[in-house]
C-alpha cells in the first residue's frame, strides 16, 4: 500500500521522486545485507528517529521480507536500553498497528 502523500509526489514531482528512490536501491545494493536484514535495520532506525509513518512502512516491507511480528516487536524492544522505555513504548505501538492489520496473522 503505498500512501496518498507519497503518490502525490510522484504525480506532481516525479523526476525527483525518481532521483529519490534510485539512491534509496542504490543503498541497498551497497552492501552485503539480504533484503530482511535491510528491513529490520530500516524499521529500527524509523522508530529510534520517531517516525511513525516510516516505522509503519517499514514494518509493512518487513513482513513482505518474511519478517514475523513477534521479529517486529523485538526490533522495538531493542530499542528500550538506547532510546527509553517511553520511546519503545511508542515505537511498539506503531509495530502493532501494521501486526494488528495484517490479515491472517498466525504469529
Not at 502525490?8 to 545485507?33: I, K, S
Request: charged share 25%; glycine share 8%.
Amino acid at each position: 500500500m503505498i500512501p496518498k502523500r507519497y503518490q502525490r509526489m510522484h504525480d506532481r514531482y516525479p523526476e525527483f521522486m525518481q532521483a529519490y528512490e534510485a539512491m534509496g536501491h542504490a543503498a541497498r545494493r551497497a552492501g552485503p545485507l539480504s533484503d530482511r536484514e535491510v528491513a529490520l535495520v530500516k524499521l529500527a532506525i524509523s522508530l529510534g528517529a520517531g517516525l511513525e509513518g516510516a516505522a509503519h512502512s517499514h514494518c509493512r516491507k518487513a513482513r513482505e521480507a518474511g519478517c514475523t511480528a513477534d521479529d517486529l516487536r523485538h526490533v522495538a524492544m531493542l530499542s528500550a536500553p538506547t532510546i527509553g522505555f517511553p520511546t519503545m513504548m511508542r515505537g511498539l505501538s506503531w509495530v502493532e498497528d501494521v501486526v494488528n492489520k495484517t490479515e491472517g496473522d498466525a504469529d
